[in-house]
């Protein structure tokens, strides 16, 4: 299976969870709005604003994503782990 590019990013202002959103910028789920799939412990997966969450957000450190990335390795995911911009 070949990898999936993914973002980890953590939300400025956050108010349930580790804030941490994983974004996959190649798994368009709404191109006329931006959308990428997306994952977060507190929701799952649903499509999310690409440059929004860019912006309100600063990169995650792995020791910040290392949850996350594990839950979705387990999920059967391949991860090529990413710096957003």
């Not at 070949?2 to 969870?17: A, D, I, L, N, Q």
Request: net charge neutral.
């Amino acid at each position: 299976m070949k990898p999936e590019r993914v973002v980890f990013r953590k939300w400025h202002t956050h108010g349930y969870g580790d804030g941490i959103i994983a974004m996959f910028p190649d798994w368009i789920v709404d191109e006329l709005r931006g959308y990428v799939n997306s994952f977060e412990h507190v929701g799952q997966n649903g499509g999310a604003d690409y440059a929004a969450v860019i912006q309100q957000t600063r990169p995650a450190r792995p020791e910040e994503y290392r949850a996350i990335k594990a839950e979705l390795e387990t999920r059967g995911y391949t991860l090529n782990v990413c710096q957003g911009r």
